[in-house]
């Protein structure tokens, strides 16, 4: 079982910048595919970037703005963030997944980006 727990959200106004982190647990950590995915007041939960051992991926709505990086060393992944938007507003999960599906997600952490 991998637990993960996510930091970093907070307020910040448009086209600011925000870092977040999610640590894991677990001694496997090097061999999942992790996720970041956020889900805004009365919408469904969208995918917002990948990182794997193929490579990454991102969501159109934010490529170019953000970056999903990981240590392995520290069982962390990260999510930077650049020139965010009022649209960018909501809560930020982190996932575990192997063979394209997701097992194991965090509590999440707000992002709210004021205009």
């Known amino acids: 079982q991998v637990q993960l727990v996510e930091s970093g959200g907070g307020l910040v106004q448009a086209g600011g910048s925000l870092r977040l982190s999610c640590q894991a647990s677990?001694?496997?950590?090097?061999?999942?595919?992790m996720g970041w995915f956020r889900q805004a007041p009365g919408k469904e939960r969208e995918f917002v970037a990948r990182?794997?051992?193929?490579?990454?991926s991102y969501a159109d709505s934010v490529k170019g703005r953000f970056t999903i990086s990981r240590d392995n060393a520290k069982n962390t992944v990260y999510l930077q963030m650049h020139s965010l938007k009022p649209g960018d507003t909501a809560v930020y999960y982190c996932?575990?997944?192997?063979?394209?599906?997701?097992?194991?997600w965090g509590q999440g952490t707000q992002v709210t980006v004021s205009s």
């Open positions: 677990g001694r496997t950590f090097s061999s999942y595919t």
């Open positions: 990182i794997s051992w193929s490579g990454t």
């Open positions: 996932a575990a997944g192997v063979r394209g599906s997701y097992f194991s």
